[in-house]
């Protein structure tokens, strides 16, 4: 019996992350651009989905948004081809990589793990599941994000370095993934500062959006 994926939140075993897989991002936070995907993991506790606020982290001073497409997995993959990697897609979600940029910052100069700038609660926020019929091609959306009604972010998907069967044959080389994982592919340029009280609105055009407040 095929899982609900509506239900990826509680079904899936991880959130598989995409670093500076769009050019303009990279260069704007002084990164090299990558010759292969960059994966790194944010934890289930990490959900959060509309009617809740995103909770800024102690201690934190540089909270960041990043809109992405998400990828939800259907079925198990492991050691998929490139050809065949659009088969294990379900459907696709909205989300913010929310990040702890400062403490980013401070785990890269020390050589230490990502792990509370990327993984704290409510870091990724998400929008309703979008099923995989309605959209046709997932490389022609146009993805966005305002902050109190100003447009911070808005690109269409083609931009990305790696495209979506690409990352899922590289992923799953290495992780098996499980249905209900998902894939965030990326953000473009765009990201800034996010403080208690702004309201961010986001989605993919004419497909889905999703409204979140900072506290």
């Known amino acids: 019996m095929a899982a609900n994926l509506s239900n990826f939140r509680t079904i899936g075993t991880k959130i598989v992350c995409v670093g500076r897989n769009y050019a303009d ?34 201690g934190c001073e540089e909270l960041h948004q990043e809109v992405e497409l998400g990828v939800v997995i259907s079925k198990t993959a492991k050691n998929v081809s490139s050809a065949a990697a659009m088969d294990y897609v379900g459907g696709y979600i909205c989300a ?14 020390a050589g230490a793990p990502w792990f509370l700038a990327k993984s704290f609660d409510t870091s990724c926020p998400v929008s309703k599941f979008i099923e995989k019929s309605k959209i046709p091609d997932p490389h022609e959306i146009e993805i966005y994000c305002l902050i109190n009604e100003k447009e911070k972010q808005r690109c269409v998907t083609d931009k990305m ?14 992780a098996t993934l499980q249905p209900g994982d998902v894939l965030l592919t990326g953000t473009p340029a765009g990201v800034c500062k996010c403080e208690s009280g702004d309201k961010i609105r986001f989605g993919l055009k004419d497909i889905v959006e999703a409204n979140f407040v900072v506290q």
Do not use: C, W
């Not at 506790?45 to 102690?58: H, R």
């Not at 913010?96 to 100069?109: G, I, S, V, Y």
């Open 25 to 58: 991002h990279a260069k704007e936070l002084g990164n090299a651009i990558p010759k292969k995907p960059m994966i790194f993991l944010k934890s289930l506790n990490s959900y959060v989905t509309e009617g809740e606020p995103i909770v800024i982290p102690p």
């Open 96 to 109: 913010l990589d929310m990040t702890a940029r400062d403490f980013q910052n401070e785990a890269k100069k």
């Open 161 to 174: 370095i790696f495209d979506i069967p690409t990352l899922i044959s590289y992923v799953t080389q290495f």
